[in-house]
C-alpha cells in the first residue's frame, strides 16, 4: 500500500520523502571540498571546479625581473619634477639596500591616453595605446629590499622559506584544460635569486610544478623543453616502456601503499610521454600570420625575443595551460638600474613594449582577454632618490603593477604612493593582498585553497591577504 495519497505534494510530504537525498547531497558537498584540500584527483592534472564564479581562467604573468622604477613608467610624480635636487622630505625607510642621495626627477614625461585618460610614461608609446585595458595598481609594498627574498616573495608569498609558487598552487587548485601539456610553463625563467623555488611546487604535488623552457640565457627561439624529442626510440617502443614501468610502479604502490614522489613520478613521466607531440606544435610560431608575427615586434631584432615569448604565451594559453610565465631578463641589465637609469630602462622598454601591447591587442581580437589575466610588474620599484647622477635603489616600499582582462576595472588605477613616490600611502596593497586578490579573481577563496604539510596547513597567503574587491570589473 503506498503510504502517500496521489494528491499534490505538501511542503512536509516533501521533505519526508526527499530528506535522505538532502543528506546526501550535503554529504556529497562536505566530502568534495575535504578532498580539494586533500589528494589529487585519479587524473591529476584534470581541470577543478573553482570555489566561486571565476572571472579569469587563466594567467599570463609578464615578469620584469630587476624592480622597473614605478615613478618612470605608470606613477607620475609632478612633485618630483618639481624638487629634483633636493632632499626628501620625510623619513626614509629604516632598513635600505644601500643610501642615496637627493631626489632624482624621472627623464621621460607623462601623457594621459585612452577614454579614462591613464597618464603612462613615453618608455611605454605602445602599451600606452593599450591604456583603457589597464588597471594600475600603484599601491603595492613588500618587505625585503634584496632581490633573491622579493623575488621568492611575490612568487611564493615566502621570502625565508621553500614554498610552492603561486604558479603551482594555481595548478593545484584549477588543474588544466589540456592533459598534453603542463599545467603551468614558465618561459625564458631566470636562474637567479631563487632560480627553481620561483617555479617549484615545494610540498605540493610533483604534477604541479612549473615547466621551464630555456632560460634567461637562452634566445627564446632556441628556448624548448629539454628531452622533448626522443630521437633514439620510436613512438611505440617509448609506449612499450612506459607502460612496463607502470605496471612495475603500481606493483610497488600496491605493497607499499600512497606513496606521493613516486605517483608524481608516474604522472610526469606519462605527461612527458604526450607532449613530445603537443610541445612542438605549441611552440612553433612559424605558422602564425606575418601580421600577427609583426603584431608582436618578431621583424624587429630589438623586440624579436621577447616577442616570440609573448606569442608563445598567447598558444599555451589557447591550448588549456593554466599559468604561464614570460619573463624578461638579461644578463647584463634586466631593470636594475643602480646607474645610467636612462641607458638602461630605455633599452628594457623597448624590448618589451611592442610585445605587450601586441599581446593585449592580440588576445582582445581572439575573445581571449576577457577571461586571461595578464600582469605585469617586477620584485619590487626604484626610490625617487638617486644613486650618483642617474640611478635609483631598489624600493619595496611602494611599487606598482598594473593588471589587465580577466575581470578587472579596465582603464583604472588603484592606490597611490606619497607625493614623491617612495612609500605606499593611499589603500595600500601587500604582496599577500596581491596574491589574494589574483586567486580570488580564478575563482578561489585564498583562505580555502590549503594543503596540510609537516602538521599544519599551508596557503600562499599564509595568514595573511585581503583581496582587494575594488579592482574588480
Known sequence: MNPFPASPLTRRAMLQRSAAGFGHLALASLLAQQSQGASAPVSPLAAKLPHHTARAKRVIFLFMKGGPSAVDTFDPKPLLDRDHGKAYPFAQPRVKFAETGKLLKSPWKFKQYGQSGLPVSELFPHVAQCADELCVIRSLHG????????????????????????????????????????????????????????????????????????????????????????TQLSASLQRQQLDLLAQMNHEHLELTGPNQALEGRINSFELAFRMQMAMPDAQDVDNETEVTKKLYGMDNPVTSNFGRQCLMARRFIERGVRFVQVTHSDSEVQWDQHGNLYKGHSKNAAEVDKPIAGLLKDLRSRGLLQDTLVIWGGEFGRTPTAQGTDGRDHNPEGFTMWLAGGGVKAGSTYGATDDYGYFAQENKVHIHDFHATILALMGMDHEKLTYRYAGRDFRLTDVFGHVVKEVFA
Open 143 to 230: 618587505t625585503n629590499p634584496a632581490h633573491g627574498g622579493a623575488l621568492l616573495k611575490l612568487h611564493t608569498g615566502s621570502d625565508v622559506q621553500v614554498r610552492p609558487s603561486m604558479g603551482s598552487w594555481i595548478t593545484y587548485g584549477l588543474g588544466t584544460e589540456n592533459d598534453n601539456l603542463p599545467a603551468f610553463i614558465t618561459i625564458c625563467p631566470t636562474l637567479a635569486h631563487g632560480g627553481v623555488n620561483n617555479w617549484g611546487a615545494a610540498f605540493l604535488p610533483a604534477w604541479c610544478q612549473g615547466t621551464p623552457i630555456g632560460n634567461a640565457a637562452v634566445p627564446s627561439d632556441q628556448a624548448m623543453v629539454k628531452h622533448i624529442r626522443n
